[in-house]
């Protein structure tokens, strides 16, 4: 799997500023619970809640140097959420909202997503302590808020989750497979390989979204469904030069996976993917 967020393409991760402590990452933190509520009336976006240890053991420092330095997961939580820190091991304001939500002291991270009155939107989680589970909160916190869910974050969460199943479609030409079969809706990412004497497209993709058949037929469609390779044993992968041919190397840069699948399979039409601070302008 692809890993966390903060890998781009020749870029290094995020580290927390030296005034921050490191487990609350590079998220520009409210602290106050009235003022956060107060800003998700206003703007109509949830309450992302962390109540975390500061400072804290080694878990809590790693959550806040991985997943809360992310620079996508920061971007995704300061634009779609309005951040809240509480410290779970201060007295004051923050041992005040602790007894409120009844969260134990001195515990690992925990993150609520509330809405404008405070209450919670999706029922609490603990032990969610990576990336993936916590995207697919976040998207579970905006459906239940009524809000839409972006592509770019909905494909992130797709790109981490654990639910991704792997399969090899042949065609006569993977330049081709991997263009009509990244286009399909569900499909993750694709990647170039020989199998059995084939061209190959080897497949990730969402059965939340699409079905094992449904994603033959339409392979089928589209011209690209020769044959259907389950056993990927024996599978090997074709030289860079023959990955997402549509695509340049500088169009690569700065781009996950799932977003060269959906670039080169869609074109223009795939900047819904990419996250606001990717696109150009």
């Given at each position: 799997?692809?890993?966390?967020?903060?890998?781009?393409?020749?870029?290094?991760?995020?580290?927390?500023?030296?005034?921050?402590?490191?487990?609350?990452?590079?998220?520009?933190?409210?602290?106050?619970?009235?003022?956060?509520?107060?800003?998700?009336?206003?703007?109509?976006?949830?309450?992302?809640?962390?109540?975390?240890?500061?400072?804290?053991?080694?878990?809590?420092?790693?959550?806040?140097?991985?997943?809360?330095?992310?620079?996508?997961?920061?971007?995704?939580?300061?634009?779609?959420?309005?951040?809240?820190?509480?410290?779970?091991?201060?007295?004051?304001?923050?041992?005040?909202?602790?007894?409120?939500?009844?969260?134990?002291?001195?515990?690992?991270?925990?993150?609520?997503?509330?809405?404008?009155?405070?209450?919670?939107?999706?029922?609490?989680?603990?032990?969610?302590?990576?990336?993936?589970?916590?995207?697919?909160?976040?998207?579970?916190?905006?459906?239940?808020?009524?809000?839409?869910?972006?592509?770019?974050?909905?494909?992130?969460?797709?790109e981490h989750a654990d639910r991704l199943l792997e399969t090899q479609i042949a065609q006569a030409c993977f330049w081709v497979g991997e263009r009509e079969i990244g286009?399909?809706?569900?499909?993750?990412?694709?990647?170039?390989?020989?199998?059995?004497?084939?061209?190959?497209t080897r497949v990730r993709f969402d059965p939340d979204v699409v079905s094992l058949d449904e994603l033959l037929h339409e392979a089928g469609r589209r011209g690209v469904?020769?044959?259907?390779?389950?056993?990927?044993?024996?599978?090997?992968?074709?030289?860079?030069?023959?990955?997402?041919?549509?695509?340049?190397?500088?169009?690569?840069?700065?781009?996950?996976?799932?977003?060269?699948?959906?670039?080169?399979?869609?074109?223009?039409?795939?900047?819904?993917?990419?996250?606001?601070?990717?696109?150009?302008?």
């Amino acid at each position: 799997m692809f890993g966390i967020l903060r890998r781009r393409a020749g870029g290094a991760p995020n580290t927390p500023k030296a005034t921050q402590p490191i487990e609350t990452g590079t998220v520009q933190w409210t602290r106050r619970l009235d003022d956060a509520v107060t800003t998700a009336a206003s703007t109509g976006r949830p309450v992302f809640a962390l109540f975390q240890e500061v400072p804290g053991c080694a878990g809590c420092q790693q959550f806040g140097a991985d997943v809360l330095s992310d620079p996508f997961v920061v971007e995704v939580i300061e634009t779609l959420f309005v951040p809240l820190l509480i410290h779970n091991n201060a007295a004051g304001h923050d041992a005040e909202v602790l007894a409120r939500y009844d969260e134990p002291a001195w515990n690992y991270q925990v993150v609520r997503f509330l809405d404008a009155g405070g209450d919670d939107l999706i029922p609490r989680r603990d032990r969610v302590w990576t990336t993936g589970p916590l995207l697919t909160r976040m998207v579970a916190a905006l459906r239940a808020g009524g809000h839409e869910v972006p592509a770019f974050l909905g494909l992130a969460e797709q790109e981490h989750a654990d639910r991704l199943l792997e399969t090899q479609i042949a065609q006569a030409c993977f330049w081709v497979g991997e263009r009509e079969i990244g286009a399909i809706d569900g499909v993750v990412t694709t990647e170039a390989g020989f199998l059995d004497g084939h061209e190959v497209t080897r497949v990730r993709f969402d059965p939340d979204v699409v079905s094992l058949d449904e994603l033959l037929h339409e392979a089928g469609r589209r011209g690209v469904g020769d044959a259907h390779l389950p056993d990927g044993s024996g599978y090997r992968r074709a030289p860079d030069h023959d990955q997402t041919r549509q695509l340049g190397p500088r169009d690569l840069v700065g781009l996950t996976p799932a977003q060269a699948t959906k670039r080169n399979a869609l074109g223009a039409a795939a900047d819904r993917y990419l996250f606001p601070s990717q696109r150009p302008g």
